[in-house]
């Protein structure tokens, strides 16, 4: 596609229930990011894959939180049991490369805004 | 572990120049800069590589120390369209390659 492509744009869910964000990175891009970005934050990494393989799981919040990728493709983060300090923008980013050196541009997506109620 | 950005904040009349800095504690590959606006996805300003190469927008500069593993973003003649936060990402070496983690952002404001 164009761009990263994000869904849902906006989710508000029950404290409790499970949710899943879908990201569909730029066509052809094989490294693709999450993040989270809290009101008024920074951006707080995630975890990152290079291809199918997630090398960097350490920034999942907990064990509630896990992501996958298939097809070298489309990736999703599924929070389980979500709770309350859950509540904020997702947001998914893919780079043509990665590796050392690799100096790609990091294209973001608009985000999914999470708010557990 | 997070680069650290400074100054916090910024406020400036149009025309008027800034400076943000970033600095990380770990020896760095590739330093990139990012500008948010409110309710809108970060958008790419400029990527800084050990070595000396840069990738980015004619109108923006920066620069990148390796030896002090510090980065900063200049901006010159500040125009009301560059109001929003500005995020530097840092890619260290290691088992970190790849990984790009943000420092907390600084909320530059230009007035009229």
């Known amino acids: 596609g164009a761009g990263v492509s994000q869904s849902p744009s906006n989710k508000v869910t029950e404290k409790g229930k499970d949710v899943e964000l879908r990201c569909d990175p730029i066509s052809g891009h094989t490294a693709l990011y999450w993040y989270r970005q809290s009101l008024g934050q920074g951006l707080e990494f995630l975890i990152y894959f290079q291809g199918n393989s997630a090398p960097d799981k350490s920034g999942l919040p907990s064990d509630r939180f896990s992501a996958e990728r298939t097809g070298g493709s489309v990736s999703t983060l599924t929070i389980q049991r979500t709770q309350q300090e859950d509540s904020a923008v997702y947001l998914c980013?893919?780079?043509?490369?990665?590796?050392?050196?690799?100096?790609?541009?990091?294209?973001f997506g608009e985000g999914s805004w999470l708010t557990v109620v | 572990q997070q680069p650290v950005q400074s100054p916090q904040a910024v406020i400036l009349r149009e025309g008027e120049d800034a400076v943000i800095n970033c600095s990380s504690s770990k020896a760095l590959y590739s330093v990139h800069w990012y500008r948010q606006k409110h309710g809108e996805a970060p958008v790419f300003l400029m990527i800084?590589?050990?070595?000396?190469e840069q990738k980015g927008h004619e109108k923006i500069s920066a620069s990148f120390n390796e030896k002090k593993q510090q980065s900063s973003l200049y901006l010159t003649a500040s125009q009301l369209s560059y109001s929003g936060t500005y995020f530097c990402?840092?890619?260290?070496?290691?088992?970190?390659?790849?990984?790009?983690?943000f420092g907390q952002g600084t909320i530059l404001t230009v007035h009229p």
């Open positions: 800084l590589l050990k070595g000396g």
């Open positions: 990402g840092t890619e260290a070496g290691g088992t970190s390659y790849g990984k790009l983690t």
């Open positions: 980013a893919s780079s043509l490369s990665y590796g050392q050196f690799s100096g790609n541009t990091i294209y």
